[in-house]
Every structure is written in structure tokens, then in C-alpha cells.
């Protein structure tokens, strides 16, 4: 098994920590990038073991018949990985499509 980003994804991790340092959220930007590595290790290890539900049709503009798991980084926010998987030679590939958090998304879900 393993886990991959489509390059989009990719991008926003990047982006992710910018923001959440210019927002204020992090004192410096080293912290909000630690904290989006841990994000970012926590979904390669753990998405295959985690519970998973079909994601609703609101987000199939990102990939058909995904399926999404939940992340929870502290007591006001989980984020959520939305995923396709995959066979290919006997290995299941876990595609990570879309992320988003409880801010933003949670009324959809």
C-alpha cells in the first residue's frame, strides 16, 4: 500500500503553510510548516487504516466515487483527505485528490 498526492494537492500543502503563518495562526513560519509535514506524514501512514465514507456528489468535481477520511489535528480542527484508490500490480494506491478542513467544508459533509 502507499499513499500519493496529485500535484494540486502538492501545491497546497505548500500554499498551506504560507497561510497559516500569515494568518496568524503559527508565530513562525517554521512551526506552520512543521505542523503541515505532520498533516502530511500523518495521512501517507495512517489513510489506509482509517475509517473512510463515500464523499458526497458536492465534491465528485475532483474525482468520481471518491471516498474521504478524517484527520484530526487539535480540539477546533480535522482536515480531510479525499481519495481514489487504485490497483496496479498487485499494490493498492491510496490518490489523495483533495483536502480540505472542517472550516471550510464541514456543512457539506
Do not use: C
Not at 500523518?42 to 474525482?63: E, M, V
Not at 484527520?71 to 490497483?87: E, G, I, M, P, V
Request: net charge positive; proline share 4%; aromatic share 20%.
Amino acid at each position: 500500500m502507499r499513499v500519493e498526492f496529485i500535484p494540486e494537492v502538492v501545491d497546497y500543502f505548500e500554499e498551506l503553510a504560507w497561510v497559516l503563518h500569515e494568518e496568524g495562526y503559527f508565530g513562525t513560519y517554521e512551526f506552520s510548516k512543521r505542523y503541515v509535514d505532520e498533516l502530511n506524514d500523518d495521512i501517507k501512514t495512517n489513510l489506509p487504516t482509517r475509517q473512510h465514507k463515500p464523499a458526497p456528489k458536492r465534491f465528485d468535481k475532483y474525482g468520481k466515487g471518491m471516498k474521504y477520511a478524517s484527520f484530526r489535528k487539535n480540539r477546533r480542527t480535522t482536515w480531510y483527505a479525499f481519495f481514489k484508490t487504485y490497483h496496479d500490480k498487485g499494490e493498492t494506491i491510496y490518490l489523495v485528490r483533495y483536502m480540505a478542513n472542517n472550516h471550510t467544508i464541514a456543512q457539506y459533509l
